[in-house]
């Protein structure tokens, strides 16, 4: 589904992304994992556009992407959360999934004043939606509650959520288990395999927790350096020498 081809991006001599090529398999849940400094993120940032890399070309389903704008992603269905969740905290936890989708037409002041009727049909059809994605990462019973007041692995949950609101191809997850406690994690980690295997989602995730990688993630991904190191299973990636002084240390 996703093809990076000889990608490069440097910042001042820095060297952050060296001759990167993966592919992300419609319906799968890939990791990427590497020590701090390894790339990952910016691989992310340039993936969904808020990074132009200097050299390299990115496809989504054999069409080349390479440089467009995050809003253009989007629409392509590129969807990416953070390591710290981007609410909107002023905002109940429904409302934050409600103003999700895409060119509503109540977003048009025209459309307010000859349209009123159409705008509450589609209004009510996303309230249901959010209902639905509520139920599904129980989260119903914060339904009304301010997102600024929200856990941080509530937070992350929020953020799955609002991926749920559109048709995602794709949804690139930033340490979504960062500052996660187990139970709350293993909630998260429960719906990221259901909606793979109900919803046929594609996931591609950096993450530290080799717990968690190991109940959710194939193929893994190691970088080291802006370089890929190798790709593998995550039995094969622990028992790797290479991986194991790069990433995992030496006791």
């Not at 890399?53 to 069409?63: F, M």
């Not at 909630?187 to 530290?208: P, Q, S, V, W």
């Not at 350096?225 to 006791?251: C, F, P, Q, W």
């Amino acid at each position: 589904m996703l093809s990076i081809k000889n990608l490069y991006k440097s910042f001042g001599g820095i060297q952050a992304i060296n001759n990167v090529s993966i592919d992300v398999k419609q319906g799968s849940i890939t990791a990427l994992i590497g020590p701090n400094g390894a790339g990952k993120t910016t691989l992310f940032n340039v993936i969904n556009g808020s990074i132009k890399p200097d050299a390299g070309e990115i496809t989504l389903d054999n069409i080349n992407i390479t440089g467009h704008e995050p809003y253009q992603l989007f629409n392509l269905g590129i969807l990416r959360t953070f390591q710290i969740a981007h609410e909107f905290s002023s905002l109940t936890v429904k409302d934050n999934l409600m103003m999700v989708p895409p060119n509503q037409i109540g977003e048009s002041i025209l459309q307010t004043w000859i349209s009123p009727q159409k705008i509450k049909i589609e209004e009510n059809e996303i309230s249901k939606k959010a209902d639905e994605v509520m139920d599904f990462l129980q989260l119903k019973h914060l339904s009304n509650e301010y997102a600024g007041n929200l856990s941080g692995g509530q937070k992350k949950l929020l953020e799955l959520g609002r991926t749920m609101m559109v048709k995602p191809k794709i949804v690139l997850l930033d340490e979504v288990g960062a500052g996660v406690n187990r139970t709350l994690l293993n909630n998260i980690g429960d719906a990221i395999l259901r909606l793979n295997k109900e919803l046929n989602y594609t996931f591609c995730m950096i993450e530290h927790d080799i717990e968690f990688i190991s109940k959710l993630c194939n193929p893994v991904i190691v970088m080291a350096g802006g370089a890929i190191l190798m790709e593998d299973t995550i039995s094969n990636v622990k028992e790797n020498e290479r991986v194991i002084e790069v990433y995992l240390g030496r006791s």
